[in-house]
């Protein structure tokens, strides 16, 4: 079974502050995928970043970064220079790497609730 | 493209009743479903299809019937709400190819409540 931990319920900074929101997962698969999605207040998912197993290079993309680390199941996403544009729910989610439909089923976190005070 | 879309948008019921919660998308992705988002909880996969024709449960299908009649939209029917059927419902599509499996993007939404 699937499983993906933000132990992060809630975390406020001071916008310009780097913030790192943590993500940790489980899975008994060798190919896998890894996803950070955006929930702003207004409420719709907005895809951010996809990792697969076999790639380990961390990503940057402006102001964000993610590391990715096998090692220790853990696919860490920073923040860096953060802006209140930046307040929303995250959330990191993890597919199975089979082509079957059911491998498409997306096992979220609980999310972490990032509030960035001006 | 309007990619994946919802209605409703909002939603109040009484126990007992029942309705249907729209999806479609334009992008003829093969793969669609549905999840719920209860606080705390992040999304659980209510029902999903790899295509017209069929669909398949997920972790938290009870109270839901779904179906795929065309490539465009996958209706989620609640046959008798319940309280705690109350939710945000999350639509999603993404495109089948061979062994990847791609990214799923979602609707906005419809938020739920079951008095």
């Known amino acids: 079974a699937q499983k993906v931990t933000q132990a992060q319920t809630e975390i406020s900074v001071v916008e310009k502050e780097d913030v790192t929101l943590d993500c940790v997962y489980e899975t008994r698969d060798t190919t896998y995928y890894l996803f950070w999605y955006k929930q702003p207040p207004s409420g719709e998912l907005v895809f951010l970043i996809r990792?697969?197993?076999?790639?380990?290079q961390n990503e940057i993309s402006g102001r964000y970064s993610w590391n990715f680390q096998k090692s220790t199941s853990s696919f860490n996403f920073t923040i860096t220079a953060s802006q209140v544009v930046d307040s929303a729910v995250y959330f990191c989610?993890?597919?199975?790497?089979?082509?079957?439909?059911?491998?498409?089923?997306?096992?979220f976190g609980s999310g972490t609730q990032l509030t960035v005070l001006p | 493209n309007a990619g994946v879309t919802q209605t409703p948008k909002f939603q109040v019921l009484k126990t007992g009743q029942s309705m249907t919660l729209q999806c479609a998308q334009d992008?003829?992705?093969?793969?669609m479903s549905w999840y719920r988002q209860d606080p705390g909880m992040g999304l659980r996969l209510i029902h999903y299809s790899v295509g017209a024709g069929i669909t398949d449960q997920g972790e938290v299908p009870n109270g839901y019937n779904v179906s795929r009649s065309t490539t465009e939209d996958f209706p989620l029917r609640l046959l008798s709400a319940a309280p705690s059927q109350t939710s945000v419902y999350f639509c999603?599509?993404?495109?089948?190819?061979?062994?990847?499996?791609?990214?799923?993007?979602f609707g906005p939404g419809t938020r739920l409540t079951v008095l």
């Open positions: 999603a599509s993404s495109y089948r190819r061979g062994t990847s499996t791609d990214t799923q993007y």
């Open positions: 992008m003829n992705h093969e793969y």
């Open positions: 989610a993890l597919s199975e790497g089979r082509s079957s439909g059911s491998a498409r089923q997306l096992t």
């Open positions: 990792r697969n197993s076999f790639d380990e």
